[in-house]
Every structure is written in C-alpha cells, then in structure tokens.
C-alpha cells in the first residue's frame, strides 16, 4: 500500500476507519496488550484474535504481519513509559522522590509486561555505542568488555526507545548525584525493575498487592547505604 493510497511505512493505515472498523481496531489492540502481557510478544496472532473476538484475518487486515503488530504496541508502551518518566521528573523535587514515584507508575500501569524487547536486550557493546548512563556495570567475568543495553534498532527507527533511555537517565543521575542512589545501578537495572515487578497473575487484587510488595522489596535493593 503506497502512502498516496493512505498507507505507512509500517503497513498501517493513515486514513479515518469506518466506526466497525474502528471498533474492532481498538478490540485488536486491547487484546494485544492483554495476551502480549500474559504470554509474552512470542503469543500467536491467534490467541490475539480469540481474545478481541475477531476473526484472525481481519487482525492480518490491520497488521499485516506480527512484527508490525508487536512494534505497534511496543511504541505505544515506551511512549506512556517516557511520559510518566518526565513527569516523574517535572513534579517531584526530590532525586529519590522521582526515581521511585517513576517506578511505582510505571508498574502499577503493568507497562513492565510490555517492554519493548530492544529495551530489555543487553549485549557487550563499545564505548562509543550508548551514553555513560544507559551502561550496565561490568561483571568481573567479562574484563574486555561492559553489559549493557543494546538496542536492535538505531535512533530513526527504534520505536522512542532512545528518548526513553534518555529521560529515565535522568531521573537515575539525579538520585546517584544526591547519594541515593547506589553507584553500580544503571537504567537497565532500572527498567528490569519495572519488568520484574509486574508479575501476572490471575486475581488482580492479588497482582496489585504482589508487585507493590516486591517494588517495595527493589526499591531497598536500588538505595545507596551508608558506609
């Protein structure tokens, strides 16, 4: 579909849906955060379409492909995570204040199920490659070189990841130049955070209560003690 005919790049339309269209637009994508959430971005198309109540090929109709599907809700996702990272930053004065208001947001939105995977992805990367703040710290085991976050896509076409790792950089340096912060806590550990506090579980009283009570648990681990 060329652009000229109301098409993306992506493969995705530009133009205004008929309101069925939309309709089952918005069913498709809320059910992709649902299944995506449980199972994972590996979750079948199938299992998407089954839980928006549509046919597989009208799903295939808006996406084309999973990738595009995938992509779709992983922009959306980093999106509200940079935006509640930013107000994090605007609104609280305090470094920790931020960093933890940041973070308890985040979770309790479950965005931490839907990390975009290029955000999530560590490798050895050059000095060169990201700024100081977006390292993980190196591991004794790997002298020549660091972990760190690595993502797949470069800065054109990485789905606000970039912005992303650069706001919740900040928030980070503030809490480690005010003390505290622990020095060896990188934004990858910050955001594995978020992604390791927002278990699924099948009673959301009880998921509300488990992934408040293990960010409780983090958020100790990510304070600087004194020596």
Do not use: C
């Not at 199920?113 to 790997?142: F, K, S």
């Amino acid at each position: 579909m060329s652009a000229a005919s109301g098409g993306r790049p992506d493969g995705t339309r530009t133009t205004p849906l008929r309101v069925d269209a939309q309709r089952n637009l918005e069913h498709v994508l809320r059910a992709a955060r649902e299944v995506f959430g449980e199972l994972g971005y590996g979750a079948p198309m199938e299992d998407v379409a089954r839980r928006a109540r549509v046919g597989v090929g009208t799903v295939y109709r808006r996406f084309p492909s999973k990738d595009v599907l995938v992509r779709r809700i992983a922009e959306e996702e980093t999106s509200r995570l940079t935006e509640q990272a930013r107000a994090a930053l605007g609104q609280e004065d305090e470094p920790w204040s931020a960093l933890s208001r940041f973070l308890r947001t985040s979770v309790a939105s479950g965005a931490g199920r839907l990390l975009p995977p290029q955000v999530l992805r560590v490798g050895v990367a050059e000095e060169r490659e990201l700024p100081e703040h977006a390292r993980l710290p190196q591991q004794r085991t790997q002298p020549a070189g660091e972990l760190r976050l690595v993502p797949e896509q470069r800065a054109e076409d990485d789905g606000g990841a970039a912005e992303l790792l650069d706001v919740v950089g900040q928030l980070v340096e503030r809490a480690r130049a005010a003390g505290e912060l622990r020095a060896d806590v990188s934004v990858s550990d910050v955001l594995l955070v978020i992604a390791t506090a927002a278990p699924s579980l099948p009673d959301a009283a009880q998921q509300a209560a488990a992934s408040a009570r293990l960010l409780d648990i983090l958020l100790e681990g990510l304070r600087s003690r004194p020596s």
